[in-house]
């Protein structure tokens, strides 16, 4: 494969959205795209050769919804995002590595995720994770030498994927606010919604 073609891309859509008060995946853009499919198309415009996107609260009626996307079910997504990771990572397969994308981190650009798969290749890492303006962003890529490390671990209500990547990852500085987008409430999507129709986001 060519080094582009070596990559899964992860939508993580599994919570509840209990903020939000409507499912995240199924948040509609300007142009009606729903916002899960967006995210799976800039992973795609990225460089990932396939992506899987996770659900677990509703997850019957959402898959309804996203027709034609490959979706992974996390049975036990109410123990919180570590536990989505896991079941993407273990629907991946043999990809060497894996972009995981939160369904709310919205408006990443495609070249954002093209520029985290070349920092991988050029620096060999075991984790890169974009920055922007000094601050980690959302965004992660894993080696699949992490795979069998991180499905392993049993969730005991302090884990985080945080704690277990942090010390290996490499920075990647971006030029892409988005990365740092976590939108968890109406006023939140909203706002980003206006910034994105007046060519702010």
Not at 41 to 47: A, M, N, R, S, T
Not at 94 to 114: K, M
Not at 186 to 196: D, E, G, I, V
Request: charged residues 20%; proline residues 5%.
């Amino acid at each position: 494969m060519h080094p582009s073609e070596q990559h899964i891309g992860v939508v993580l859509a599994a919570g509840a959205s209990v903020r939000m008060k409507e499912p995240k995946a199924l948040l509609r853009l300007p142009d009606g795209t729903l916002l899960a499919r967006r995210q799976a198309d800039v992973l795609i415009e990225g460089g990932c050769r396939d992506v899987i996107v996770v659900l677990g609260h509703n997850h019957e009626a959402l898959e309804r919804e996203l027709t034609g996307l490959r979706i992974a079910y996390n049975p036990h997504w109410e123990s919180g995002r570590f536990s989505s990771v896991q079941t993407g990572l273990l629907a991946a397969g043999g990809y060497r590595g894996c972009v995981i994308l939160p369904v709310d981190t919205a408006g990443i650009r495609p070249s954002t995720i093209a520029a985290v798969i070349a920092c991988s290749e050029d620096r060999r890492a075991m984790a890169v994770r974009p920055h922007h303006a000094g601050k980690p962003g959302y965004a992660l890529w894993l080696s699949n030498r992490l795979y069998a490390r991180i499905r392993s671990l049993e969730w005991d209500g302090d884990l985080r994927m945080d704690d277990i990547v942090a010390p290996l990852e490499t920075e990647c500085h971006v030029d892409d606010p988005a990365v740092l987008n976590n939108l968890n409430t109406p006023a939140a999507w909203q706002s980003y919604l206006a910034a994105l129709q007046g060519g702010k986001a």
